[in-house]
């Protein structure tokens, strides 16, 4: 699109860096690095919700036009904050309390909650971070090892799991995304495909609108300038129920790349620049297939042997169980 990227973040295996223009590798919050940061940046964003705030904060204090900024990543570093965002705006999701730590919940009745699954309320990702729990020993016991602040959440009886996109700028253009339906295996997205195949149609197609519709009022309750991908569960009552959020792009929408009149990517960069929006539709069914560590054999010669397989390796140093190290979109062409 003609930008230069500068990539911020401190040591490590970072695959973005052997993208960037500049490459800025300091702790978070480390003064020589922000100085460099305001300098060399028209627009900062995040790919990652859990920069710290205080960074943000100090950022957008000193002028910089962080996208999107600290009122969304504040709600969307915390779980908690993200179901009590969705009970304000009358949002249906699960049913959830929040446990401050492994002390105080002596006569408290958890029996709305169980079974259910106990959540770090804060980092916790791919599935990560998350015990389920039948009884109250489980919870205690789940509770210990944690250690720190935790959501409970009711197991949902799944039918599917669904995720949207939205785009908004400042100047208050939104955009809302297709629909994708995720199949997740150890709370790891496994694959994601469009159109959608499970359950009744006509059904999905009502949750689909209203997901969308709950989309667009979340991104305009937050003032959302950037993407935003809502995660969502369908049970087997075909309820709708706001799962988690994610104000980047998100692994669900890998396959916009090719199958989407705008990708994800550029969309984000779009909205943060301040651009036309592009329309996060699809053009072609797709199905994407999630490269986890130490379940291939890590020979990734095969998805190329077919011509409607496109394969993304990340580029991560080292791979490990459960790490996520690329994927596969095929585009399901009629006459393949
Ligand atoms: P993260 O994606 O941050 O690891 P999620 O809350 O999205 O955390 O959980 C990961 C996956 O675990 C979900 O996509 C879903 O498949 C499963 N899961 C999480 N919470 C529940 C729940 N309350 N009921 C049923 N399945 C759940
Ligand atoms: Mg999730």
Partial sequence: MGYH??????????????????????DWNEPAGVIRLLQACDVITTEWENVPLDLIKELESRGSIVRPGSRVLEIAQNRFAEKT???????????????PGAHGVAGIDFSDYLPGILK??????????????????????????ANVACVLEKRVALLTEISVVVARTSDNR????????????????DMTYWPIKTGDMMLMRSLHEKAREIAEKVAMYLELEGILCLEFFVDDNYNLLFNEMAP????SFHGSIEAARTCQFEQHIRAVCG?????????????????????????????LLSSSARLHLYGKAESRPGRKMGHVTCLIHPDN
């Fill in 5 to 26: 990227t500068a990539v911020y973040a401190p040591e490590g295996d970072i695959p973005a860096m052997e993208m960037a223009t500049h490459r800025m590798t300091y």
């Fill in 85 to 99: 965002m969705a009970k304000e705006l009358d949002i249906p999701t699960t049913q959830t309390i929040f446990i």
């Fill in 248 to 251: 980047r792009p998100h692994n």
């Fill in 275 to 303: 651009l036309s929006l592009g329309k996060l539709r699809f053009h072609t069914p797709f199905m994407m297939q999630n490269l986890i560590g130490g379940s291939w054999k890590e020979d990734w010669s095969a998805p």
């Fill in 174 to 189: 939104v955009s809302v995304s297709d629909v994708v339906e995720n199949a997740h295996q150890d709370g790891i997205l």
């Fill in 120 to 145: 770090t309320v804060r980092n916790g990702y791919d599935g990560k971070g998350q015990y389920p729990v039948a009884t109250i020993q489980e919870l205690t016991n789940a509770l210990k090892e």
